[in-house]
């Protein structure tokens, strides 16, 4: 098995856990909040698909599935550049998206075109260095598993929130 592949069967595990969360939900419950403050579903998904979105892109040398299919308006929101990264309170309960649907939907999308990506990458491509911003600086290899453990992450919160429900 390559490293690609390693990678393709992580990313490969996140739709059926990103269904899991939200399938069949109402938009009042994507939006529902367990506290005040608290991340709701909706928010968690469409974060977690945004960060894939961002950052793959951006390895890619590609413009964003978000920027490109108009869904900030679906999603209630007006800057397509917002990735969730640093919201408040206020900005995390603004993410209000219209449907259970258009949250699988651009995650869908994103899934579909990382995968597809992954497919042709080499270990050699894994090692080129995406950010010298870092010491040691962060490879292709890296951010790819950062983007995966930060997905990972954020689907089990919202499967956490929907049991909540």
């Not at 870092?134 to 919160?157: E, I, K, N």
Request: proline content about 5%; cysteine-free.
């Amino acid at each position: 098995m390559d490293s690609k592949d390693v990678l393709i069967e992580a990313f490969g595990r996140l739709p059926e856990l990103v269904h899991t969360a939200v399938h069949d939900l109402t938009p009042e419950q994507l939006r529902w909040q367990p506290a005040e403050g608290a991340n709701p579903i909706g928010w968690l998904v469409w974060h977690l698909t945004r960060v894939q979105d961002d950052h793959v892109a951006e390895v890619m040398g590609a413009e964003q599935v978000y920027a490109s299919g108009g869904w900030a308006p679906r999603f209630g929101l007006k800057d397509p550049d917002e990735t969730g990264y640093g919201h408040t309170a206020a900005q995390v309960a603004a993410v209000a998206p219209e449907s259970a649907q258009v949250l699988l939907d651009y995650y869908q999308a994103v899934h579909d075109r990382t995968v597809a990506w992954l497919a042709g990458l080499s270990d050699a491509d894994l090692d080129r260095v995406v950010d010298d911003n870092w010491d040691p600086p962060v490879t292709l290899g890296v951010r790819l598993v950062s983007v995966y453990d930060d997905d990972a992450q954020h689907a089990g919160q919202a499967a956490y929130v929907r049991g909540l429900l």
